[in-house]
């Protein structure tokens, strides 16, 4: 099993930034990629960010593109969101998840919230 903790979101105002980062624990070596998504209130959770663990390739869902970073520390098992020049529509639930080769993200974390202000 993984086990997967956010930490870091909170209140910002337009244009501010937040950095939300995910403590992996367990059998990590298991894991192909980590991820960031979020769900905001009354819609569906969306993929916002991905990075492969072993040689760190990234890809990004185009509303964050030039705007947020996913970055892992594996030494200390963390991975990272950047967010930068934020929006009020960037307002939702984050969620860190894992995933190993040719499966769904199955190791999910409880969430942090991120409430950007206009």
């Known amino acids: 099993q993984v086990q997967l903790v956010e930490s870091g979101g909170g209140l910002v105002q337009a244009g501010g930034s937040l950095r939300l980062s995910c403590a992996a624990s367990g059998r990590i070596f298991r894991l192909y990629d980590m991820a960031w998504f979020r769900q905001a209130p009354g819609k569906e959770r969306e993929f916002i960010a991905r990075i492969t663990v072993s040689d760190s390739i990234t890809y990004y869902t185009d509303s964050v593109k030039g705007r947020f970073t996913i970055s892992t520390n594996n030494a200390k098992n963390l991975v990272y969101l950047q967010m930068n020049s934020l929006k009020p529509e960037d307002t939702a639930v984050y969620y860190c998840?894992?995933?190993?080769?040719?499966?769904?993200?199955?190791?999910w974390g409880q969430g942090t919230q991120v409430t950007v202000s206009s």
């Open positions: 998840a894992g995933r190993i080769a040719g499966q769904e993200y199955n190791y």
